[in-house]
């Protein structure tokens, strides 16, 4: 994504007030609140309750600009949007999750240095690339392009065959329609807090529906290890893109359908 963009185009979405305080508002306000009543109402586990909350707490999704690109929307403001989030993510979760969750405790730091290698280092080698070779970056964009397409289904074919076992064991309890329930759930969110531009709520809407994983994973393997809730939001996350990467698929055929009818006038 990097290699296509400039900084200034990844700042320019967010310098709208009304645009921040709704993607804040959605995904660390009521994202978390929708967890509640879908616990209660398809009767989660402890384990599973838990591995909701975490998910429901952390956003900034690694995939978020790659399904925003599949969905044909704002790519500069799905960059912009997921460094924010993953900042936010980074000084929310120390102070909301042991309030929900007592007795769990967030390093804060290995949060930051796990999302700075897997995020932020490969997008700023991107930036830098474009800035300073952008006819070697734009050459190079369409096969890194290939390659994050092949490797995001790559993690969810290869995530679904190491997990089988605990997705069926989610099917057989119920759980996994809570997973469905939670995501379209915030995919509505998104949506109500998107406003009006058509490019910015497929952002808004994928934004919000898939969680900041990385995030989630470390705290709870920190937290909660030899419990089922490291593999509950691990295979969570995979659901969360299975319902993900054809929700964008859909938007972005919406989209290719609205932009090739001609213009009466």
């Not at 734009?138 to 997990?163: C, D, E, H, Q, Y």
Request: glycine content about 10%.
């Amino acid at each position: 994504m990097g290699m296509g963009l400039a900084i200034g185009q990844i700042v320019a979405p967010l310098r709208s007030p009304v645009q921040l305080v709704a993607a804040v508002l959605g995904n660390f306000i009521l994202v978390p609140i929708l967890a509640f009543p879908i616990i209660g109402a398809f009767g989660l586990d402890q384990a599973q309750a838990t591995g909701l909350l975490v998910l429901a707490t952390a956003a900034g999704g690694p995939f978020l600009p790659k399904l925003v690109q599949t969905a044909r929307g704002d790519v500069a403001f799905a960059v912009g949007l997921m460094v924010l989030l993953m900042f936010v993510t980074v000084g929310f979760l120390p102070l909301v999750l042991p309030r929900l969750l007592p007795g769990v405790t967030v390093d804060a730091v290995a949060i930051a240095r796990s999302l700075i290698v897997v995020m932020l280092l490969p997008l700023g080698i991107g930036l830098v690339a474009h800035r300073r070779a952008p006819s070697a970056a734009a050459r190079w964009k369409p096969r890194f392009t290939r390659a994050s397409s092949v490797a995001m289904v790559a993690v969810l074919v290869v995530g679904i065959a190491m997990n089988l076992a605990t997705i069926v064991a989610l099917v057989v309890s119920g759980a996994i329609l809570a997973v469905a329930a939670f995501a379209l759930g915030s995919m509505v969110i998104g949506f109500l807090l998107a406003g009006s531009r058509p490019a910015a709520r497929s952002v808004m809407v994928l934004g919000t529906s898939f969680r900041g994983v990385t995030a989630a994973l470390i705290v709870a393997s920190a937290n909660f290890a030899g419990s089922e809730t490291v593999p509950f939001i691990l295979v969570a996350a995979i659901l969360l893109l299975v319902i993900a990467l054809p929700s964008a698929m859909a938007m972005g055929r919406r989209e290719r359908a609205v932009t090739a009818l001609p213009v009466v006038g």
